[in-house]
Structures are given as C-alpha cells and as structure tokens.
C-alpha cells in the first residue's frame, strides 16, 4: 500500500498571525510533520510559511495557479514559476469553489495544470458533481468530462473526488458512493491517462476526525483533502494519524 496523502485546504481562512500558529502546532506534532502532509495556503502567506515550514516535512500547496505561464500584464495573478519559487509542492487546480465563483472551464485548467507541472508543481485537479447531477445519475459523465483535461497532459499529478453536495455541508458520501466513483476514476486513468498506475485520488467534503479513518481505508482512496477540518490542528492531527496508519 503506498503512503496517503493528506492536504489541508485552509481557504480564504486566518491571518498571518494564525496561519503562523497553526503551522507552528503541525511542525511540532511527528503525526503532521512528516512525508504525505501537505497544508494549501492563502497565497499571500505563502511565502512566510514556506520560511517556516523549511527543515520539516509538510509540503505546501498553493490554492491556484494562474493560466497564464509568461511574467507580465496578469494583474492579479500567480504563475507557476512564482509557486515553484516560494517552495509549494502542490498547486489546487479546479476547486469546485474555483469552478462555481470564477467561471474556470477545463480549458484554463488544462493550462494551470500544464503550467504547474513544467514548473515542478504538482497540481491537485478537483473533480466532483453537484447533489443536481448526483440525484439525476449523471455523475460519472460530469467526472469524466472533468478528469477529460488529463488525457493532455503528462507528469506528476493527483486528483482529488470532491462531490460539491458535501463540501463544507457537514454531508458526507457513504463508503459505497466513495468506492464506486473512486474505483470509476481509476478505471478511467487507466484507459486515458498516462502514467495512471501513479496517479493518488484523494476524497475530500466534509472529511473530519470522526469519519477520516473509515473514508481513508476505502478501497482506491489513496488519502484526503481536507477544509474546514484542517483549521484545527488538533482535528487534522486525528485525519493524518488516521492516514499514517494505513501506510
Ligand atoms: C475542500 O475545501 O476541499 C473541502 C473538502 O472542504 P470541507 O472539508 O470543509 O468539506
């Protein structure tokens, strides 16, 4: 069994004081300073906590990356080569947040994705339907039109299966829903995208201390984005020792 992967997405949440503390209380703890903990940041702060973070083990992740790759008339924005130069590891790509308030299609996330790599960034493509598409089965169509970007691109990449009806609602998927769509995209990977033996699928909506070591154990879940969660660092301590178990 490889290693899960844990990503905290900490949103437009804390300032630097707090975005400070709470990365102090993960360096501190060997259950969230270690290999396949990764926090995404605010991109103001990432900078700062990169400095922090430098000699432990959490990887930083940005919460986007622009489509544009050349310096210049991007007011705004943040490239890839800006990420790769502060130290993030991972870039968020097509967070349903993303999809829903910035009108992102897949033909700017094909670019962030293909930006992000270039520049050593592996970015975390999020995919996952609304409680519409869901109620109306369409789901696995939705998913694969958004997993569709990954038959263009080549290199390191994970994905993340975030259904929007359980992000940030407390609303969870069952363990069946989770290892069908999971066991789906990796059917899919497999007879579309390169590489796709490598490729992680991360479960995230509502993943908390109570429910992180059930969803983690399912079958082709290979670890967790986690939000609302991960501004605690005592509850986000409990989802990476449930992850580090499973190593
Ligand atoms: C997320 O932001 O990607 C997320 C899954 O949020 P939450 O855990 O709060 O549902």
Same mark, same amino acid.
């Given at each position: ?13 804390t ?14 703890d060997a ?9 995404a *940041?605010?991109a103001?702060?990432?900078?700062a906590?990169?400095e922090q973070?430098?000699?432990g083990k959490?990887?930083?992740?940005s919460?986007?990356?622009?489509r ?9 924005e943040?490239?890839?080569?800006m ?5 993030c590891r991972?870039?968020l790509v097509g ?7 910035f009108?992102?299609d897949?033909? *700017? ?7 992000a790599i ?13 409680l ?9 169509e939705?998913?694969?039109e ?6 263009e691109?080549?290199?390191d990449?994970?994905? *993340? ?20 769509i999971?066991?789906f995209?990796?059917?899919?990977c497999l007879?579309?995208? *390169?590489?796709s033996?490598k490729?992680?699928v ?6 908390k201390?109570?429910?992180?070591e ?11 984005l986690?939000g ?6 005592g509850s986000f301590r409990?989802?990476c ?7």
């Open positions: 069994m490889t290693a899960k992967l844990v990503i905290g997405n900490w949103k437009m949440n300032r630097l004081d707090s975005a400070r503390a709470l990365a102090e209380a993960l360096l501190k259950t969230t300073n270690r290999e396949g903990v990764g926090v *940041a605010p103001v702060y990432l900078a906590l990169a973070l430098k000699g959490i990887a930083l992740s919460q986007d990356v622009s544009f790759d050349a310096d210049g008339a991007f007011t705004g943040t490239s890839a080569a990420l790769a130069d502060v130290g991972y870039a967070h349903s947040e993303r999809r829903q308030y009108g992102e897949n033909a *700017a996330l094909l670019a962030k994705m293909r930006h270039a520049a050593g960034v592996a970015p975390v493509l999020c995919v996952g339907e609304t519409e598409q869901r109620e109306a089965g369409s789901y696995k939705v998913v694969a958004q997993l569709s970007v990954l038959s691109v080549e290199g990449y994970v994905i *993340a299966y975030e259904p929007v009806w359980a992000i940030g609602t407390g609303k969870v998927a069952s363990l069946e829903q989770i290892a069908e999971h066991a995209i990796k059917n899919w007879q579309n995208a *390169a590489a033996d490729i992680r991360l479960y995230g909506g509502s993943v201390a109570e429910n992180a059930a969803i983690l154990a399912t079958k082709n879940v290979d670890g967790a986690v609302g969660a991960s501004l605690d660092a409990v989802i020792q449930a992850a580090g178990k499973l190593i």
